[in-house]
């Protein structure tokens, strides 16, 4: 059974600081995605990492895969308030196949502040 | 360009009543659609995907089921709602033709069993 785990899970920024979201998968997968929440929202598509060493950048954001380490990080630079929301990650379990499913973490509620 | 739509957007009903939720896509053909549950806190699970009409797979068993009429239509459903069935129902296409599988999701319909 395929695990999809974040940390951390509630992370507090001062504004204009750095930091780094961490998932961390159980089985093989070449293909895993970021996905952000405001507070009562529905899930907004940030970045699809496709293979080993895929690095997709936007804004104050920065996504990358390591699938030897089933690894991946989403780098936070220079937080601004608008940044606050929950992050998840999720990891498609079909690999090849054109409807496969994915599996979320537990997301990473984000709040930045002054 | 591509939209999806879910109704209602809030529903509260009595413990033993049914249920039917509505998603339905607009500006594609023959996607794969899915419906997650997102319990308050946090993580998404995976209810049902569909890839065709007619073609339903359950994730988790329990007393909810879905059907797909029509091509870009798919049903959640329930003949009597548990307390339990409370959560932030969303449903998410992907389309058959990418070589990946990117969810996007609707608004969500929000469900309070009372």
């Known amino acids: 059974e395929l695990k999809v785990e974040q940390n951390p899970l509630f992370l507090s920024m001062q504004e204009g600081k750095n930091y780094t979201i961490y998932c961390n998968y159980s089985t093989t997968s070449d293909r895993l995605y970021w996905y952000r929440q405001d507070p009562g929202k529905s899930l907004e598509s940030l970045f699809v990492l496709l293979s080993n060493g895929a690095v997709k950048q936007e804004g104050r954001l920065m996504a990358s895969l390591d699938t030897k380490a089933r690894l991946s990080t989403l780098h936070i630079t220079a937080a601004v308030h608008d940044l606050s929301a929950t992050y998840f990650c999720a990891v498609d379990r079909a690999g090849g196949t054109s409807y496969g499913k994915l599996t979320f973490g537990q997301g990473t509620i984000l709040t930045v502040h002054p | 360009s591509q939209t999806i739509h879910q109704w209602p957007a809030t529903l509260v009903q009595p413990v033993g009543s049914p249920l039917s939720l509505e998603c339905t896509v607009e500006?594609?053909?023959?996607?794969?659609l899915y419906w997650y549950r997102q319990a308050a806190g946090r993580g998404l699970q995976l209810l049902f995907y569909?890839?065709?009409?007619?073609?339903i797979s359950s994730e988790v068993p329990q007393n909810l089921s879905a059907s797909r009429p029509q091509d870009r239509q798919f049903i959640l459903s329930s003949k009597k709602l548990l307390l339990s069935d409370s959560g932030f129902y969303l449903c998410?296409?992907?389309?058959?033709?990418?070589?990946?599988?990117?969810?996007?999701f609707g608004p969500g319909t929000r469900l309070t069993v009372l």
């Open positions: 998410a296409w992907s389309s058959q033709t990418s070589s990946y599988n990117e969810q996007f």
């Open positions: 500006g594609t053909s023959n996607p794969n």
């Open positions: 569909s890839v065709g009409i007619g073609q």
